[in-house]
């Protein structure tokens, strides 16, 4: 007997939980995540975008504008990719790498450069041309960050949580 075939490559092993991790965030809008994975292909932390512990999210705002920015999600929500790094609680990330859906932006990549992860797997970067996007590229170029889009051969995972299919 030999080995099933088409099983998922680590990458998209990866990015599939971080996507399935995306499932928990409340954001109306748009669901970020983030997977940080060591050189042993263990994952080590996720992260989705929401709001820090303690902050109500039925009393905080989700609203993407209002005539005030206080009244906006923006000075709120923790992003996927901070959320993942603190989630580790101290625990050493040097080495590791991030799969995130959408490439960082500048905030996030000045705390990927400095917990130490040394790769980005990304799948969009629909934001390239913002002056957010190519600050972060010229961070991660300057300090030796590689970044990666994913191009997965599966496009789609289907997760089956029936019992009887088990």
């Known amino acids: 007997m030999s080995k099933r075939e088409g099983y998922i490559s680590w990458d998209e092993f990866f990015m599939g939980a971080a996507m399935l991790c995306a499932e928990r965030s409340k954001d109306p809008n748009t669901q970020v995540v983030a997977c940080i994975v060591n050189n042993e292909n263990r994952i080590l932390s996720v992260g989705y975008n929401g709001f820090p512990a303690g902050c109500d ?3 905080f705002p989700w609203d993407r504008s209002a ?7 923006y000075l709120y929500v ?3 990719e901070l959320n ?3 989630n580790c609680r ?3 990330l040097a080495g590791s790498r991030i799969y995130v859906a959408l490439f960082p932006c500048n905030e996030c990549a000045k705390a990927i450069i400095q917990s130490g992860i040394t790769e980005v797997v990304y799948l969009s970067d629909k ?3 913002t002056p957010q996007t190519r600050a972060s590229k ?5 300090a030796g960050v590689k970044y990666t889009k994913l191009v997965p051969e ?7 949580l029936r019992e009887e299919n088990i």
Do not use: N, P, Q
């Not at 010229?138 to 300057?142: L, P």
């Open 57 to 59: 999210d039925e009393v």
């Open 67 to 73: 005539e005030d920015a206080y009244d906006t999600k």
């Open 78 to 80: 923790c992003h996927a």
């Open 84 to 86: 993942a790094i603190l």
């Open 90 to 92: 101290g625990r050493s």
């Open 127 to 129: 934001y390239a041309d």
């Open 138 to 142: 010229r961070m991660f170029d300057a």
């Open 154 to 160: 599966k496009k789609e995972i289907v997760l089956d």
